[in-house]
């Protein structure tokens, strides 16, 4: 069974930096897609930004220019540099790690890390 841990959140002031590490434990598989997710109170979880295993990435619109995802293929990790941190940054930060079951792609199967808090204060 593959568990997601991460680490690296905490409280920041406004316009400050986190760098967030998420790594497997247990079983180690060949993750497609690897990325992070956030969700902030009464809203709903969203995508902040993936990264495929060839290294295309996707953000969204909210944190373009401001966060870097990057991984490590060989070892199944995946970090994300947050800088210029904003207070509507303040979430929950859960890590993903998804495994395609079809060679499309449509059928997939997601790992979830337990999330770690981000706090941005102004």
């Known amino acids: 069974q593959v568990q997601l841990v991460e680490s690296g959140g905490g409280l920041v002031q406004t316009g400050g930096s986190l760098r967030l590490s998420c790594a497997p434990s247990?079983?180690?598989?060949?993750?497609?897609?690897m990325g992070w997710y956030r969700q902030a109170p009464g809203k709903q979880r969203e995508l902040v930004a993936t990264?495929?295993?060839?290294?295309?990435?996707n953000y969204a619109d909210s944190v373009k220019g401001r966060f870097t995802i990057s991984r490590d293929n060989a070892k199944s990790t995946v970090s994300l540099q947050m800088n210029s941190l904003k207070p509507e940054d303040t979430a929950v930060y859960y890590c993903?790690?998804?495994?395609?079951?079809?060679?499309?792609?449509?059928?997939?199967?997601?790992?979830w890390g337990q999330g770690t808090q981000v706090t941005v204060s102004s």
């Open positions: 993903n790690a998804r495994r395609f079951i079809s060679a499309s792609g449509k059928t997939y199967y997601d790992y």
């Open positions: 247990g079983s180690i598989f060949s993750f497609n897609v």
């Open positions: 990264c495929t295993s060839g290294g295309s990435t």
